[in-house]
C-alpha cells in the first residue's frame, strides 16, 4: 500500500529506459556512444540536439537538483527526495499544485527529447531534477537563480565496481569482455559521462557555495537517519520526525529493491544490484589499485571533494 503523501511510482523512467534498449540492441557497439564537447554520452539516451536546447532551460530557485556520476546512488537519492518532495508538498498548505494530476517527464536533465525543456515549465513546484553532467555543462540558470544541489560522492573504486557490472547488463552503454578492459576505459574517461575524477575536479571548484552540499554514499550509508535529516534542512523541507523516519524506511536498499519493478518496471534488477560499500575488493587486483590510487592522489587528494571521499577509509587495500 502507499503511504499517504509518498511519491507514486513512475513509469517515465522505464519507458525511455526500455526504448533506448530497443534502439541500442539495432547498433554496432561504436555507434552505442557519441562525443560532445569532450565528454562520451550513450547515443539511445543523449543527442547533440538535447544539449542545445537544454540552454533554454530556465531553473527556478525552488528546484531541487539531484547532481551524481553514474552509479554513484542517484536512483536510491531520488527516491529519498521524490518522497521529501511529495510529503513536503502534502504539508504545505499554500500549494495550490497537485503532483498527482502533472505529467511526469524522465527525470534526467540531459536525457528524452529536445522539447522537454518547454514541458518543464508547467511542472509544479518543486521540482525534482536529476544529472549526471559535469557543472560546466549544465544550464547556467541552475547557478545563476541559485537553485540548490545535492552532489553526490561516492568512493571511486565501488562506483567502478558497480560501473562494470552495469555496462555487462545494460546495452545502451557499451559492454566489455573483461574487467580490465572496462577499468582501462573507465580510467581514461572513455565510459558514458567521462572522467569521474575530472567531474569531481569540476564540482570542487563549487564546493564554497552555500547552494551546493556535499553528501556521500558511505555516510548515508552508515546512518541513514543522519543523512535524510541532513537532506531537508538543506532543502528546507517542513517534515516532523514521523515522516522522516517513514522516508528512511522506505528508502532502505531492500525496501527499494523489493518494489523496482514498480518504480522501474522490468529494468529494477539492473538498477539495484547491491548498492554495498567495499565490494571492490573482490574485483580489483594490485595493477588497479595502484593505478587508481595514484590518479586520486594526483587529481583529487588536495581537494575539499576529495577529502569528503574519505578514500583513505573505503579504498585503501
Known amino acids: 500500500m502507499e503511504e499517504k ?3 507514486k511510482p513512475k513509469t517515465a523512467l522505464a519507458d525511455v529506459l526500455e526504448k533506448s534498449m530497443i534502439a541500442a540492441d539495432a547498433l554496432e557497439r561504436k555507434d552505442l556512444i557519441f562525443t560532445y564537447k569532450g565528454t562520451v554520452y550513450p547515443t539511445t539516451l543523449c543527442t547533440p540536439e538535447i544539449f542545445k536546447a537544454m540552454d533554454s532551460f530556465e531553473a527556478r530557485r525552488d528546484d531541487v537538483i539531484l547532481a551524481g556520476f553514474p552509479k554513484s546512488g542517484t536512483n536510491w537519492f531520488g527516491q529519498i527526495l521524490s ?3 511529495a510529503l513536503a508538498v502534502k504539508n504545505n498548505k499554500n500549494e495550490i499544485h497537485h503532483h498527482s494530476d502533472m505529467p511526469e517527464e524522465f527525470p534526467y536533465l540531459e536525457i528524452g527529447d529536445p522539447e522537454k525543456y518547454e514541458r518543464m515549465k508547467k511542472l509544479p513546484p518543486r521540482r525534482l531534477i536529476r544529472t549526471h553532467m559535469a557543472p560546466q555543462n549544465l544550464p547556467e540558470s541552475i547557478f545563476k537563480n541559485k537553485a540548490k544541489i545535492l552532489l553526490l560522492l ?4 565501488d562506483l567502478a565496481k558497480s ?4 555496462c555487462l547488463v545494460f546495452s545502451p552503454f557499451p559492454s566489455y569482455e573483461s574487467w580490465d578492459g572496462f577499468f582501462e576505459d573507465f580510467m581514461a574517461g572513455k565510459v558514458p ?3 569521474y575524477f575530472n567531474y569531481l575536479s569540476e564540482w570542487n571548484k563549487y564546493i564554497g557555495s552555500e547552494n551546493v552540499m556535499p553528501i556521500s554514499f558511505e555516510e548515508v550509508k552508515e546512518n541513514t537517519y543522519l543523512g535524510v535529516k541532513k537532506i531537508v534542512e538543506f532543502f528546507e523541507f517542513s517534515l516532523n520526525e514521523e515522516e522522516i523516519h517513514t522516508v528512511v524506511q522506505r528508502s532502505s536498499f531492500q525496501s527499494m529493491k523489493k518494489n ?3 518504480t522501474h518496471g522490468a529494468f529494477g534488477d539492473l538498477l539495484f544490484r547491491k548498492g554495498g560499500v567495499s565490494d571492490w575488493r573482490n574485483l ?10 595514484k590518479m586520486y592522489k ?14 583513505e577509509v573505503y579504498c585503501k587495500a
Open 284 to 293: 580489483f587486483e594490485e595493477k588497479h589499485n595502484l593505478e587508481m590510487d
Open 298 to 311: 594526483d587529481h583529487l587528494a588536495a581537494t575539499t571533494l576529495g577529502t569528503r571521499l574519505k578514500y
Open 154 to 157: 561516492r568512493n571511486p573504486k
Open 260 to 262: 523496482s519493478k514498480d
Open 83 to 85: 518522497d521529501l518532495i
Open 5 to 7: 503523501g509518498m511519491a
Open 193 to 195: 559521462w567521462g572522467s
Open 163 to 166: 560501473y562494470y557490472h552495469f
